[in-house]
C-alpha cells in the first residue's frame, strides 16, 4: 500500500472510531461503504480497509452479504472483556508502581486537565477522554504489547457502556484518576490498585450485564420461596 493510501485509511479508521466510542454511531448501525467514502471524500476501497481494522479490534463486525455493521458485544462478551480488562490494568499498575518515565506524570495530568475541562458539558468527549486515560497509562509502561491489549479492551468497553451503561459519571472517573496518578507516584501499589479496582468495578456496575429473567416462571420463583419458608 502507498504511503498516502496508508495515511488515508489511518485518517479514516481514526474518524470512524471517534465517532463509534463517542457514541455517534451506535452498536448495530450499518456502515455502507459507499455512505462512509462519500462523506470522507475517500474510495470504497480505503473505506473497507478502514473498516478491517475496526473489525479486528472487535469494534465493527461484517455479516455476510449485507456490510459491515457496528458491533453489539453480548453481555456474556460484555462480561469476558471486563474481566479481561482489570487483569490487564492491574499489571499496568504495577509496572508503573516499578518504572514509569518523569515526564509520564506530566503527561497524566495534563490529561487529567482535559477530562476536567468538559466535564457536565460534553458527555461523548468525556467518555472518549476517560478512555483514553487509561490507553496512556498502558503506554507509559513501555510494553507495547501491553498497551496495545489494554487499548482493544478499553476501546471494546467504551462500545459496552454506550450499549448496556445506565449512566455516565464522569466527575467520578475524573477524581479516580487524579487519585491513582498520586497513588503511583507515591509508589503505593497496592493503593494504586485499590482505587484501580473500585474505579473499574463502578464502570462495569453502570452496564446492565446482569442476565434479565425472560419468564414469568423465572420472575417469581424468587417470590416462591418466600412463600415456603
Known sequence: MS???STLTSAVYDLLRKAI?????????RLPEDTVGEQFGVSRTIVRQAL???ENEGLVVTRRNRGA????????????IF???????MEVIRILCDRIPQ?????LRAHVQKEQGVLGRDGPV?????????ILLAELTGNEVLARYVAEVVLRCSLIMSLYARSHSSDCAVDEHSQIIDAIEAGEAERAIGIMTHHLGAVQGRAELAAQPDSIRAILSHYGRELVQ
Not at 515526564?103 to 503527561?107: A, I, L, P
Not at 468525556?126 to 487509561?134: D, P
Open 3 to 5: 504511503d498516502s493510501k
Open 21 to 29: 466510542i463517542e457514541q455517534a454511531l451506535k452498536p448495530g448501525m
Open 52 to 54: 478491517v481494522r475496526l
Open 69 to 80: 455493521f457496528v458491533a453489539e458485544p453480548s453481555k456474556e462478551e460484555a462480561q469476558q
Open 83 to 89: 474481566e479481561v480488562r482489570r487483569i490487564l490494568e
Open 103 to 107: 515526564s509520564g506524570y506530566d503527561q
Open 126 to 134: 468525556s467518555i472518549r477522554l476517560a478512555g483514553e486515560f487509561h
